[in-house]
């Protein structure tokens, strides 16, 4: 049996809604989002075309669609498709606000982020970036980090007033983000440097400059904010490294070409996800040991994963 087949089966016998804590992957070729729940690929949902990114907020999820010109609302408790956005650029990194109300797009090829009502699309300001925005992050006082990766820069931003505050140099072509629990510190992972920048957001300056392996394309935090986990796209790994001191602790390996990573789960039962984008799953590894403990199959393609958790984020 193919798997958008059995994908399609699971998703129509179950009728139970996601949990909290729950994992979507978004797979780009399959033009599908799954949804992995205690280890296991629960069901999978159609959405429209060659979805780039996913984020979540505020009980929704939110996919980018660069080629479409759009960004999808879902529903993060089903994946229910809910409306399409239209977007006048090509739409990349998004960063849902923690009510879901808002969300926040990087245009590629238009050098600037954008704050839109999730409701209807309105695009209620925006503000200038470097060149090829990819991914942002929202911290908890309102400031949105953007990897300008054609700048080699970091764009600071305040959300409110949609302004650009601060830019800090970094290594060359970042592309991923991912802040500490604490929100102290921004780890960026410069792909064509083979490096992850440490920005510490007080100062808003490069404050470490590590290896990171080849192509860092993803970056998560545990949930201690001890382990720092970058996926190596030109590899199939993931680098660990100890957030104190920065040394690599662990080289796991993975699926072909590995890009987005997240982290469920609390102490012990913490996992890293890992979107392998050429197998066509999805790797799970075990915090404590530093190893992956399984491979889940999901629809072609998937490249972006999200948390949907109590409280919306």
Do not use: C
Not at 4 to 22: C, E, H, K, W, Y
Not at 135 to 154: C, N, Y
Not at 179 to 195: C, H, K, Q, T
Request: charged fraction near 15%; charge should be neutral.
């Amino acid at each position: 049996m193919s798997w958008p087949l059995l994908a399609a089966i699971l998703f129509a016998l179950s009728g139970a809604p996601a949990l909290a804590g729950t994992v979507w992957v978004a797979s780009q070729q399959g033009a599908r989002l799954s949804r992995i729940e205690a280890g296991t690929v629960a069901d999978a949902a159609a959405v429209p075309s060659a979805p780039a990114t996913v984020a979540a907020g505020g009980g929704l999820l939110f996919l980018s669609h660069p080629d479409g010109h759009a960004i999808t609302v879902a529903e993060a408790a089903t994946g229910r498709v809910l409306r399409r956005l239209p977007y006048a650029g090509q739409v990349f990194g998004l960063a849902a606000s923690a009510d879901g109300r808002t969300v926040f797009a990087t245009d590629w090829s238009g050098h600037r982020v954008d704050r839109i009502a999730a409701a209807d699309g309105r695009v209620e300001g925006s503000a200038p970036t470097g060149r090829d925005p990819a991914h942002l992050v929202l911290d908890r006082t309102g400031r949105l980090f953007v990897a300008d990766r054609e700048s080699r820069q970091v764009s600071v931003i305040d959300a409110a007033r949609m302004e650009r505050v601060a830019t800090i140099p970094v290594g060359e072509a970042p592309f991923a983000l991912a802040l500490d629990p604490a929100e102290a510190r921004l780890y960026v992972g410069n792909v064509r440097s083979n490096s992850l920048t440490v920005i510490d957001t007080t100062a808003l300056k490069a404050v470490a400059t590590v290896p990171a392996g080849a192509m860092p394309y993803g970056v998560a935090v545990s949930p201690d904010g001890a382990r720092v986990l970058v996926t190596n796209q030109g590899a199939g790994t993931v680098t660990a490294l100890d957030a104190a001191s920065l040394a690599i602790a662990a080289t796991i390996g993975v699926g072909r070409y590995p890009e987005g990573i997240v982290v469920a789960g609390e102490g012990g039962a913490a996992r890293a996800y890992v979107a392998n984008w050429f197998s066509d799953d999805v790797s799970v590894i075990d915090l404590t040991s530093l190893k992956a403990v399984a491979r889940l199959p999901v629809a072609e393609g998937p490249r972006s994963l999200a948390v949907a958790s109590e409280g919306g984020r």
